[in-house]
């Protein structure tokens, strides 16, 4: 059967700032569509640890595609669209779901997914382009990161996650506040557990990025965000609550992300911290750490300052980075 005649594989692309919680929404959103509903995940993270794919793998995704150590919206431009040809030929999934690292300019997405809308004669189509905003959180990075006023700006639908943690006037000044970044695009609440309902967010048909010039982006625009690397192998299992202790003395200022593997007395364990929140996950995969290894982490903050913060956390594990 040729491609013309099977309905076109739609792309629903995720955008938003490191700990917006891009990865939480996506799992709770498959939960709610029909179990024979094939979803492929496509995945660009931050340095070379795979610690949302473990999470997406535990799901009830068709399969999970990453790309590592870089962006997709530029250097590994390249990348992702030998990403999404395997994905079709593969496995033919109802949806692809693009999950973007916290750096990526959607336009320069758009623009290439939309080229390869034509080169597989619509056989690979844009939906949409949703921006993850973390409520708590987003008026402090807004500041100091370029890239996610981007996102704010250009997308098809502004997806305010951690709305429950801000009290209603915090919310109202937020929701002013992306107004004046982006008045018309439409602005839904989720708490990141319940997400939100597919029929709001699939078939939206984006007309974003039509025009055959993309926006200009500068291929350095991901050195905004900073990434250090915390290891420890041969040596004891974590204690949590040396752990709590250790992540709680991290700023929220300059560090933004701190998610990797940790072997404690439980048992490996997947930590995933945001802005001075986090959780440790069980996780029963064999391969995500070795028997010698004990802290594998990747911390992502403010360039020249987070190196300084994941040396704290490092001495505080007994490990050291990398």
């Given at each position: 059967?040729?491609?013309?005649?099977?309905?076109?594989?739609?792309?629903?692309?995720?955008?938003?700032f490191?700990?917006?919680?891009?990865?939480?929404i996506i799992l709770?959103l498959?939960s709610?569509?029909?179990?024979?509903?094939?979803?492929?995940?496509?995945?660009?993270?931050?340095?070379?640890?795979?610690?949302?794919?473990?999470?997406?793998?535990?799901?009830?995704?068709?399969?999970?595609?990453?790309?590592?150590?870089?962006?997709?919206c530029?250097?590994?431009?390249?990348?992702?669209?030998?990403?999404?040809?395997?994905?079709?030929?593969?496995?033919?999934?109802?949806?692809?779901?693009?999950?973007?690292?916290?750096?990526?300019?959607?336009?320069?997405?758009?623009?290439?997914?939309?080229?390869?809308?034509r080169?597989?004669?619509?056989?690979?189509?844009?939906d949409?382009?949703?921006?993850?905003?973390?409520?708590?959180?987003?008026?402090?990075?807004e500041d100091?990161s370029?890239?996610?006023?981007?996102?704010?700006?250009?997308?098809?639908?502004?997806?305010?996650?951690?709305?429950?943690?801000?009290?209603?006037?915090?919310?109202?000044i937020?929701?002013?506040?992306?107004?004046?970044?982006?008045?018309?695009?439409?602005?839904?609440?989720?708490?990141?557990?319940?997400?939100?309902?597919?029929?709001?967010?699939?078939?939206?048909?984006?007309?974003?990025?039509?025009?055959?010039?993309?926006?200009?982006?500068?291929?350095?625009?991901?050195?905004?965000?900073?990434?250090?690397?915390?290891?420890?192998?041969?040596?004891?299992?974590?204690?949590?609550?040396?752990?709590?202790d250790?992540?709680?003395?991290?700023?929220?200022?300059?560090?933004?992300?701190?998610?990797?593997?940790l072997?404690?007395?439980?048992?490996?364990?997947?930590?995933?911290?945001?802005?001075?929140?986090?959780?440790?996950?069980?996780?029963?995969?064999?391969?995500?750490?070795?028997?010698?290894?004990?802290v594998?982490?990747?911390?992502?903050g403010?360039?020249?300052?987070?190196?300084?913060?994941?040396?704290k956390?490092?001495?505080?594990?007994?490990?050291?980075?990398?």
């Amino acid at each position: 059967m040729s491609a013309q005649t099977l309905r076109p594989i739609p792309i629903t692309v995720f955008t938003g700032f490191l700990g917006a919680g891009k990865t939480s929404i996506i799992l709770a959103l498959l939960s709610r569509l029909p179990k024979d509903y094939k979803v492929v995940l496509l995945k660009n993270e931050f340095g070379d640890v795979e610690v949302d794919s473990q999470l997406a793998k535990q799901s009830s995704l068709t399969a999970v595609s990453e790309i590592l150590n870089g962006c997709m919206c530029c250097v590994l431009v390249g990348q992702m669209k030998t990403a999404l040809l395997e994905i079709r030929e593969k496995f033919r999934p109802d949806r692809i779901i693009i999950e973007c690292s916290g750096s990526a300019f959607p336009a320069t997405l758009a623009f290439q997914i939309r080229e390869l809308q034509r080169e597989t004669e619509g056989d690979l189509k844009l939906d949409a382009i949703l921006t993850v905003i973390d409520a708590e959180n987003f008026t402090g990075y807004e500041d100091t990161s370029p890239t996610a006023r981007m996102q704010a700006s250009y997308t098809d639908m502004i997806v305010i996650n951690k709305w429950e943690h801000v009290s209603e006037r915090a919310l109202d000044i937020l929701i002013d506040h992306l107004n004046t970044l982006n008045d018309l695009t439409p602005k839904i609440r989720c708490d990141g557990r319940n997400s939100v309902d597919p029929a709001l967010i699939f078939g939206l048909d984006s007309k974003l990025y039509l025009e055959d010039d993309p926006l200009q982006v500068d291929t350095n625009h991901h050195d905004e965000v900073e990434t250090v690397t915390v290891y420890a192998g041969n040596s004891p299992p974590v204690n949590i609550d040396v752990l709590s202790d250790a992540l709680g003395k991290l700023s929220k200022e300059s560090v933004w992300r701190v998610k990797g593997f940790l072997r404690t007395s439980v048992g490996t364990c997947i930590l995933n911290w945001a802005f001075g929140r986090y959780e440790l996950v069980d996780t029963s995969s064999p391969d995500v750490m070795s028997d010698q290894e004990t802290v594998k982490l990747t911390v992502m903050g403010e360039r020249g300052e987070v190196k300084r913060q994941a040396r704290k956390l490092a001495m505080a594990l007994s490990a050291e980075i990398l």
